[in-house]
């Protein structure tokens, strides 16, 4: 649009460049496209409306220039408004989807709460510019846009270069769209022309470090599962132990009641009595099968901060979260008395359940929720006190991670190994104790690894390798055929090694998040199990509560079991 050379110019939708007379004030309402080079001899805009800067184009000599509207930066290029004050308002939008746009303001620059709109591309390297040629002061919010996936640990090129004086948080950063698991922050530098820059430095959100957490979320999965199936062979160490204990001796119960005493003299007086063969006893099976269920459900919490800093910007978070585990497991198993000795005995099972556990990590920065089904088989074997207990099962689990802008989805597989010994001994007043040691490893593998960026939790396969102590105090007692043993449970665990528990990212750096070494943590059960005499039901009830260096956790398990 050619404005008219009178000293006022009230705009409405024009297209073009404009030559106004000196002195003129050109106010814009509507929409002004501008192309090549308007010059105002040393007047003023007002824009109220919109005024769109074509690429190359250039608004000069101007002495002032109000924006309460939005000036729109060229696609694809660069332009340039010469004036001695650039007061701004309203919005300087150089976004359009594509990173690398310029705009130069010849002169000073005041924000009056006003906005500036970029793109940026933290992937490949590019970002929009607003130079400044004069002072800048003011308020003025950055509104970024990432325009491609982003990477952490990286710091974009300027996004506002001053070549004169810069007041103090003249520019902040008001917004930061599609960044995912990145956290953003605004670095100064020093240009090497003079004057003063800001970049945007990238680095992992707490979501964005909590690849770590999915590994230890896993292995708390398997822990618990596995501590149900251990709970279900401790049960039938008892019944088989109790039963050994009972084994009835040679001499037939009817022949040690004393009442028969007083016919013994007949007995052997009788010539027929030693040619007769007493009948055999009906030997009792001791193969006996039983099928059981029971459901089992836990709270942890966990605690923890990473560390450390890049350019400048503090990279330390808040890595803590809360896990709910819940799940249920049936199985069958055989139990064999008698097999090399009256004293021993040995459990052979299988098992199979479901799993379901919801992570929240603290400050609301995401979710990790996991569901699957579990596998495998146990036994154990009794001689005497002594028992050894074994376990193997297979979790095999669908992950869910999700958290702003983000929503990752991988396969999760747990094999867990389990290894228990110990011994039970009988004290008086019918208590026994029963002191235990045990080793667990497990290794967590998924089936779809990832490097941290803005989209994706890097995702990488880790194992852990535990011990664990204690005792368990005990008693039993029958109430109207109903046999009751309640018992404690005291035990301390210590993970001897783990891996998995840090992130990589794609600049090469590495972050540790939480880990489990070194930290002995203790637990305590209390459980009361239930035999019926008369029909072969049982069931248990347990719960426990466990504490340790940045965590505290505690569950319940409940199941019941039917033996032939």
């Known amino acids: 649009m050619d404005g008219a050379a009178t000293s006022q110019v009230d705009n409405r939708p024009g297209v073009g460049n404009a030559v106004p007379s000196v002195g003129t004030t050109f106010t814009n309402r509507g929409t002004f496209a501008a192309t090549g080079t308007s010059t105002f001899g040393s007047g003023t805009i007002g824009n109220a409306g919109t005024i769109a800067l074509a690429r190359d184009a250039t608004l000069g000599s101007l002495s002032s220039f109000t924006n309460e509207g939005i000036v729109q930066g060229p696609a694809g290029g660069s332009a340039r408004i010469a004036t001695t004050t650039f007061v ?46 004069g002072n800048a002061g003011g308020t003025t919010g950055l509104n970024l846009l990432n325009v491609t996936p982003g990477a ?56 964005g ?9 896993a292995r708390t999965i398997a822990f618990q599962g596995g501590t149900a199936v251990l709970d279900r062979m401790t049960q039938l160490r008892s019944d088989v132990q109790r039963a050994a204990g009972s084994a009835p001796t040679a001499i037939p119960q009817a022949l040690q009641y004393a009442g028969l005493t007083q016919y013994s003299a007949l007995v052997s007086k009788d010539p027929i009595a030693p040619n007769l063969v007493q009948p055999a006893p009906v030997p009792a099976s001791n193969v006996k099968p039983a099928v ?14 990473s560390s450390g800093s890049f350019n400048g910007v503090n990279v330390g978070r808040d890595l803590g979260y809360s896990q709910s585990t819940g799940g249920v497991l049936a199985g069958a198993d055989l139990v064999m008395s008698g097999i090399t000795a009256p004293d021993d005995g040995l459990i052979l099972g299988v098992l199979g359940g479901y799993t379901t556990a919801a992570v929240r990590l603290n400050q609301n920065a995401g979710n990790q929720d996991y569901e699957g089904g579990t596998v495998g088989t146990y036994a154990t074997y009794i001689k ?31 094999y867990d190994v389990l290894g228990n010994i ?19 490893y497990v290794s967590t593998v998924f089936s779809r690894k990832t490097g941290g960026t803005a989209g994706t939790i890097a995702l990488q396969d880790g194992d852990a390798f535990r011990g664990r102590i204690g005792a368990r105090l005990g008693t039993e007692f029958v109430q109207d055929d109903i046999r009751v043993e309640p018992s404690i449970t005291g035990l301390v665990y210590d993970v001897f090694s783990e891996s998995g528990t ?49 965590l505290v956790g505690g569950g319940g398990k409940a199941g019941i079991r039917y033996q032939w």
């Open 88 to 133: 701004n308002a309203g919005a300087i939008s150089l976004q359009n989807g594509a990173a690398g746009d310029t705009l130069t303001i010849a002169g000073n620059y005041v924000g009056r709460n006003g906005r500036v709109d970029l793109d940026v591309s933290s992937q490949s390297g590019t970002a929009d510019r607003l130079v400044i040629t």
């Open 152 to 207: 952490a640990f990286t710091v974009s090129p300027v996004l506002v270069q001053v070549r004169g004086e810069q007041e103090a948080n003249a520019f902040t950063l008001a917004s930061a769209r599609n960044f995912g698991a990145i956290d953003v922050s605004l670095a100064s530098g020093r240009a090497t022309e003079g004057g003063s820059t800001l970049s945007l430095v990238s680095v992992p959100n707490a979501l």
């Open 209 to 217: 470090q909590s690849g770590p957490t999915t590994v230890i979320a």
């Open 292 to 305: 059981w269920a029971r459901a089992f459900g836990d709270l942890e919490r966990r605690t923890g901060f």
């Open 384 to 414: 005497g006190g002594f028992f050894a207990d074994a376990m193997f099962k297979v979790d095999l689990l669908d992950l869910d991670i999700t958290g702003s802008n983000l929503r990752q989805n991988t396969g999760v597989t747990n």
């Open 422 to 440: 110990g011994y039970r001994f009988d004290l008086p007043n019918a208590l026994y104790i029963e002191p235990t040691a045990g080793l667990e």
């Open 502 to 550: 840090t992130t990589a990212f794609g600049s090469g750096t590495r972050l540790t998040g939480l880990t489990n070494v070194g930290k002995v943590r203790g637990e305590i059960q209390a459980s009361m199990n239930f035999f019926n005499l008369k029909t072969g039901v049982s069931g248990f009830l347990r719960a426990d509560y466990r504490i340790g260096d940045d």
